[in-house]
Nanobody, 122 residues
């Protein structure tokens, strides 16, 4: 089970930190990722992390602004979002899959949490 939290309303240029906690029976070799979906748009890969070695990946649109990290003890992944732009506004979803790869396509992730809304507006 994946539980996402941390969304909210922020002004352009502001920051938010999203959390995704994996509970139940997390896979030791799993990968966790964040996707986002704005109204009328496809679900887009934002960032992902391989639990095996901590390898982290970022989508092109968020490089230099977002950072993904993890809490090893609790199977929690964090997405630190800085310098937020209006185009970052979306529902953010965390997803998980078994295996160390971090695909950027949503269809490779069988497990999804509920979304958390991020609104960027002045």
């Amino acid at each position: 089970q994946l539980q996402a939290s941390g969304g909210g309303l922020v002004q352009p240029g502001g920051s938010l930190r999203l959390s995704c906690a994996a509970s139940g029976r997390p896979f030791p070799t799993m990968s966790l990722a964040w996707f986002r979906q704005a109204p009328g748009k496809e679900r887009e890969f934002v960032s992902g992390l391989s639990w095996v070695d901590g390898s982290a990946y970022l989508g092109n649109s968020v490089k230099g602004r977002f950072t993904i990290s993890r809490d090893n003890a609790g199977y929690t992944v964090f997405l630190q979002m800085n310098s937020l732009k209006p185009e970052d506004a979306a529902t953010y979803y965390c997803a998980a899959r078994q295996g160390p790869e971090v695909p950027t396509t949503r269809y490779r992730y069988p497990f999804w949490g509920q979304g958390t809304q991020v609104t960027v507006s002045s």
